[in-house]
């Protein structure tokens, strides 16, 4: 499979707000029950409004496999080697794939000079925690609220 990722823009917003929206609710569903869930904006674009294009602060980039967007990252680099994964997320018809591993292998080939790697995601999202603690190498340091998830397990990597 050909993976590619490239820095997403302003008009990558509403092929990726599908796809965040079909793989949140898809989570939703599957390990609460409801038909809908995820954090502020993640169904409407405002998410991505708000956290991908932030000049100097964060980078969106876009998951390919041959030229059709099927996911997507956002990291936040803070210049003093302490990062955060703000959201990764991949098209459900694509999970199970290697391909979020991949994506991992991606974020830390390209920022190499990261001393650690922090990221939140909800309590009740057991196959995350699986991949950021099996197949990342993340450890869990700290549960917290967050609006519209519940509780949020924050999970850290130091390098």
């Not at 041959?66 to 803070?78: H, L």
């Not at 210049?79 to 979020?100: E, V, W």
């Amino acid at each position: 499979m050909n993976l590619i990722f490239k820095v997403a823009t302003e008009a990558d917003i509403p092929i990726l707000t599908d796809i965040m929206t079909r793989t949140f609710d898809d989570d939703t569903q599957k390990h609460l029950g409801e038909p809908k869930g995820g954090p502020p904006g993640y169904d409407t674009g405002e998410f991505f409004r708000q956290w991908m294009i932030r000049e100097n602060t964060s980078t969106g980039y876009k998951i390919m496999v041959n030229d059709k967007i099927i996911g997507a990252f956002i990291v936040f680099i803070s210049g003093k080697g302490n990062n955060t994964l703000g959201t990764i997320f991949i098209n459900p018809a694509y999970q199970d794939k290697g391909i979020g591993t991949r994506t991992w292998n991606f974020i830390e080939e390209t920022y190499p000079q990261t001393k650690s790697w922090r990221l939140g995601t909800p309590s009740w999202a057991k196959r995350n925690h699986h991949f950021y603690e099996k197949k990342c190498g993340f450890k869990k340091v700290e549960e917290r609220p967050e609006e519209g998830v519940g509780i949020s397990f924050i999970f850290q990597k130091n390098l």
